[in-house]
Nanobody, 124 residues
């Protein structure tokens, strides 16, 4: 079992930056590939970014590529999402997730453990 807690969301203006954190507890964090998903009001949850167990490889949705960066610190049991050049369309609840079996998956059902989410609102 892995428990995940996101933090760092908030209200910002277009063009600003935010860094989200996801703190993990429970089983060995470094065993799990991680991902960030987001869900905007009235829309389905969508993949944003993912990272391998060791942090050596990452995947990005086209909508965030070049603006978002995922990283992890296994010693601190934490994964980060640095978001730059934020746009109003980035407004969503952001969830971190851990996968027990699949690295880099863009499918939510490949992730077994989820945080409660953190709200990011970008005003124009």
């Amino acid at each position: 079992q892995v428990q995940l807690v996101e933090s760092g969301g908030g209200l910002v203006q277009a063009g600003d930056s935010l860094r989200l954190s996801c703190a993990a507890s429970g089983r060995t964090f470094g065993n799990y590939p991680m991902g960030w998903f987001r869900q905007a009001p009235g829309k389905e949850r969508e993949f944003a970014v993912a990272i391998t167990r060791g942090g050596d490889y990452t995947w990005y949705a086209d909508s965030v590529k070049g603006r978002f960066t995922i990283s992890r610190d296994n010693a601190k049991n934490t994964v980060y999402l640095q978001m730059n050049s934020l746009k109003p369309e980035d407004t969503a609840v952001y969830y971190c997730a851990a996968s027990a079996r699949s690295s880099g998956s863009q499918l939510s059902y490949d992730y077994e453990y989820w945080g409660q989410g953190t709200q990011v609102t970008v005003s124009s």
